[in-house]
Nanobody, 116 residues
Framework: QVQLVESGGGLVQAGGSLRLSCAAS????????MGWYRQAPGKQRELVAL???????RYADSVKGRFTISRDNAKNTVHLQMDSLKPEDTAVYYC??????????WGQGTQVTVSS
């Protein structure tokens, strides 16, 4: 079992920055990948960024060059640094953790609102 606790959402003007954090507890050493998805009103949940246990990363095309995912292994935490935010980045952001052989784990979600 893994528990995910998110923090760092909020309201920011376009062009600004926010940093999301997701702390994993329970069985964090068995996590194969960890990252962020987002869901805007009326839209499907989509991948934002993932960090893999081999330290590789994956980003959605829409956030490449603006968002950076990183992992603090000592604290079992994943951070998402979001720069040059746009109104279309407005969504609920969900932390996600993947352990082989189990359904994915999800955080409770944190709202990010970017005003124009």
């Amino acid at each position: 079992q893994v528990q995910l606790v998110e923090s760092g959402g909020g309201l920011v003007q376009a062009g600004g920055s926010l940093r999301l954090s997701c702390a994993a507890s329970g069985s964090p050493f068995s996590i194969n990948a960890m990252g962020w998805y987002r869901q805007a009103p009326g839209k499907q949940r989509e991948l934002v960024a993932l960090w893999f246990s081999g330290s590789s990363t994956r980003y959605a095309d829409s956030v490449k060059g603006r968002f950076t995912i990183s992992r603090d292994n000592a604290k079992n935490t994943v951070h998402l640094q979001m720069d040059s935010l746009k109104p279309e980045d407005t969504a609920v952001y969900y932390c996600n953790a993947i352990i082989s052989g189990t359904p994915p784990y999800w955080g409770q979600g944190t709202q990010v609102t970017v005003s124009s």
